[in-house]
T-cell receptor, first 114, second 110 residues
Framework: NAGVTQTPKFRVLKTGQSMTLLCAQD?????MYWYRQDPGMGLRLIHY???????AKGEVPDGYNVSRLKKQNFLLGLESAAPSQTSVYFC?????????????FGPGTRLTVT | SQQGEEDPQALSIQEGENATMNCSYK?????LQWYRQNSGRGLVHLIL?????REKHSGRLRVTLDTSKKSSSLLITASRAADTASYFC??????????FGRGTSLIVHP
């Protein structure tokens, strides 16, 4: 199993540009999450999904959109990037939270917006 | 807003010593988890403790949970240089959406 993979690993954007981050998992997990990690702030939840075709807002959803068209993929979109979105983005997945399984994290995407 | 807050923010010890870090939270939880993050990598799950449990062990790790004080501690015994990493606690209530703290940065000197 590849686990949780993220594409791309690094990206530099200019203000106003758009991009999509891809998260893929091959563990048949129901729940998927997008977090951002900034220095001194820990991880903050952007959006999450409890299953194929569903999405929900987390703590810091503004400026981001997500889609979960297939169970194994969770896409995070930035329609008009801003310097405040410079961060490291982590995707995570989980089998079924009701069973209290742990989260599996991807390696992260380091995004810089200039 | 972050539910769990780790303390201390940074910890520096010698190899062989024990490392203790704490997590405090504000509202009732169903479970609490500890994760490790090596520099430039994703988080790795270490241990989960449910709200009806008081202590759990996993190898050199010992986690305690005191729901009356809304706090948890992670003890790493006989630390190794390879334990150098950031450690995060994550709390979950009924929604099963984990909320992470800011983390404790541990440096273990060889």
């Amino acid at each position: 199993n590849a686990g949780v993979t993220q594409t791309p690993k690094f990206r530099v954007l200019k203000t106003g540009q758009s991009m999509t981050l891809l998260c893929a998992q091959d563990m048949n997990h129901e729940y998927m999450y997008w977090y951002r990690q900034d220095p001194g702030m820990g991880l903050r939840l952007i959006h999450y999904s409890v299953g194929e075709g569903t999405t929900a807002k987390g703590e810091v959803p503004d400026g981001y959109n997500v889609s979960r068209l297939k169970k194994q993929n969770f896409l995070l979109g930035l329609e008009s990037a801003a310097p405040s979105q410079t961060s490291v983005y982590f995707c995570a997945s989980r089998f079924l939270p009701g069973q209290v399984y742990e989260q599996y994290f991807g390696p992260g995407t380091r995004l810089t917006v200039t | 807003s972050q539910q769990g807050e780790e303390d201390p923010q940074a910890l520096s010890i010698q190899e062989g010593e024990n490392a203790t870090m704490n997590c405090s939270y504000k509202t009732s939880i169903n479970n609490l988890q500890w994760y490790r993050q090596n520099s430039g990598r994703g988080l790795v799950h270490l241990i989960l403790i449910r709200s009806n449990e008081r202590e759990k062990h996993s190898g050199r790790l010992r986690v305690t949970l005191d729901t009356s004080k809304k706090s948890s501690s992670l003890l790493i015994t006989a630390s190794r240089a390879a334990d150098t990493a950031s450690y995060f606690c994550a709390t979950e209530g009924g929604s099963y959406i984990p909320t992470f703290g800011r983390g404790t940065s541990l440096i273990v000197h060889p």
